[in-house]
Nanobody
């Protein structure tokens, strides 16, 4: 599957942003069969898990420190997964990546397919 993340940009602290990730599913496998995740990587830091959503969207997973402000969702009819980010902080500044895997996971190596990333900058 090919993934294209979008929606990044510059936002002030306290503001909101919604990221989108459009998927082009591989032949023989539908988008709805993938678990979708969001990760982020700040300068000089390792890539970290943000959130994931199960294949049919019935279950979501979040990094503990982010679950009160971020919401992941998916629209299987549009082959798209979203990340709604509210009450943003300067420490949310990072490149945000969407990724796809077959089973729910919070670790980078479990995800086989990755988008190119979209830059989010939160100003103070």
């Amino acid at each position: 599957v090919q993934l294209q993340a979008s929606g990044g940009g510059l936002v002030q602290a306290g503001g909101s942003l919604r990221l989108s990730c459009a998927a082009s599913a591989a032949s023989g496998r539908t988008f709805s069969s993938y678990v979708m995740g969001w990760f982020r990587q700040a300068p000089g830091k390792e890539r970290q898990f943000v959130a994931a959503v199960s294949s049919v969207g019935g279950r979501t997973y979040y990094a503990d420190s982010l679950k009160s402000r971020f919401t992941i969702s998916r629209d299987n009819a549009k082959n798209t997964v979203y990340l709604q980010m509210n009450s943003m902080k300067p420490e949310d500044t990072a490149i945000y990546y969407c990724a796809a895997t077959s089973f729910p996971s919070t670790v980078v190596p479990a995800y086989r397919y990755w988008g190119q990333g979209t830059l989010v900058t939160v100003s103070s």
